[in-house]
Structures are given as C-alpha cells and as structure tokens.
C-alpha cells in the first residue's frame, strides 16, 4: 500500500485558516484536480499538474513537521482513489486528519476517524447541481458542513437548505463563509445575527494575515 501513488501539488506547513480548528498550527496536503469548477474557487493553481508521490513519501513529509493536525485537500481530493487509504495512513499515525472536500463525491468510505468537512454548494458557485446529497446520511456529528455565501439569495437558500435538512442537529458546526469578491463579510454577520441563526460565521484567516490563498 505505501508503494500507491497520489497526484500531489503541495505539502506545507501553516495555520489552519478555517473550520473549528482555525488558528491551529497544521501540515496541509494538497492533491491535484478537481471535477468542479467553482466560481469562487481560489485553488484553481491544483487542477492540473501536480507531482505522482507515493503514500510512503507523503507520510514521510507530514511527519517532519511538528503538527498534530493534518488537513488533506484539494482541488478535490477523493477525486484520486488512493485519497482514501491516505487518510487512514494518516489517522494511523495518531495524528487528527480533516478531510476538505466538495460534497459532489461520495464520502461513505472515508475512514470514520476523519473529521469531514464538506461543502454544500450554493447557487451562485454555478456547481450547486452538483450537491450529493445522499452524503448527509454518512456525515458524523463531529464533521463540519462549509457553505459559501455570495449574495442575499444563497443565504436565504442556505437557510432553506439547513432547515430542510436539519443540518444543526446533524453535525456540531455548520459554517458560513463570504465571498469576499461579491460580499461583503459584515453584511453576512448581520443577516446571521439578525435570524439568530446558529450557523458558524468564519473568514479566511490565511488571507487575511498573509493575502496569500495557501496560507504562506
């Protein structure tokens, strides 16, 4: 199994920018590729390209780093099969491994010591037909469920969409994010706070220290 390859575009070391573990040191793994093509995407530099390492070598690079926390991303990162053995390489080494992924591909067999965190697309992304639904009856309560915001209109679907689904029973933090290139993020908190909606409001803290998507 170590001898399996994945399609890498990096391996680095920095600060988690999102989710519940934002501000935690953290190693990011990064494959190449991606099925989706998000409007507000800001990996576009991992569709493509990219270097072919085996398991073996992955591993051998997050360990040199200090970090318990390991986030394994993309692009898409269960778009390459061996994504799923990598995890629970990784898992195995006692470390905690969050998985980003976008939602439209099926999260069944992620290994269960995973925190998923998934994407639900939101209209103005231009991939909300791609939502897989079927992926919440396999989410954990400790998974998280990412959805992006840009405008009014994919708020008040966002607030359908938890509503309809029961997504605040289903996992511990539902997270909402601006898109800062069409929203901005004060209006968000204040519709938010305005419906008391129990959502986790996040921005991208890469960004904002360093204005530098991979968090560098």
């Known amino acids: 199994m170590l001898s399996s390859t994945l399609k890498i575009t990096e391996i680095f070391y920095s600060l988690q920018g999102e989710t519940r573990t934002a501000g935690l040191p953290t190693v990011f793994v990064r494959l190449t590729g991606c099925p989706l093509r998000c409007d507000y995407c800001d990996t576009s530099y991992a569709f493509q390209g ?15 780093y200090p970090a318990r926390y390991v986030t394994v991303t993309g692009g898409e990162p ?9 995890l629970t390489a990784l898992c195995d080494l006692d470390l905690e491994v ?3 992924t976008s939602g439209a591909l099926p999260i069944a067999e992620v290994d269960s010591r995973v925190v998923v965190v998934m994407d639900i697309k939101t209209p103005s992304s231009g991939e909300s037909a791609h939502n897989r639904w079927d992926n919440l009856h396999h989410l954990k309560p ?11 209109d994919d708020y008040d679907w966002a607030k359908q969409v ?5 997504l605040l ?9 601006p898109n800062t290139d069409r929203l901005n993020p004060v209006l968000l908190a204040e519709w938010i706070l305005k419906d008391s909606l129990g959502v986790r409001f ?5 960004k904002l220290l360093w204005q530098d998507d991979r968090g560098r």
């Open 50 to 64: 990219g270097e072919n390492q085996t398991l073996e070598h992955i591993l051998q690079q997050v360990r040199r």
């Open 78 to 86: 269960l778009a390459q099969a061996n994504c799923l053995p990598l």
């Open 98 to 100: 969050s998985l980003e």
């Open 142 to 152: 400790t998974d998280q469920i990412k959805l992006v915001i840009g405008d009014r």
């Open 162 to 166: 938890i509503s309809a689904h029961g």
């Open 169 to 177: 029973d289903l996992v511990t933090d539902v997270l909402m994010s």
């Open 202 to 206: 996040q921005m991208q803290l890469h």
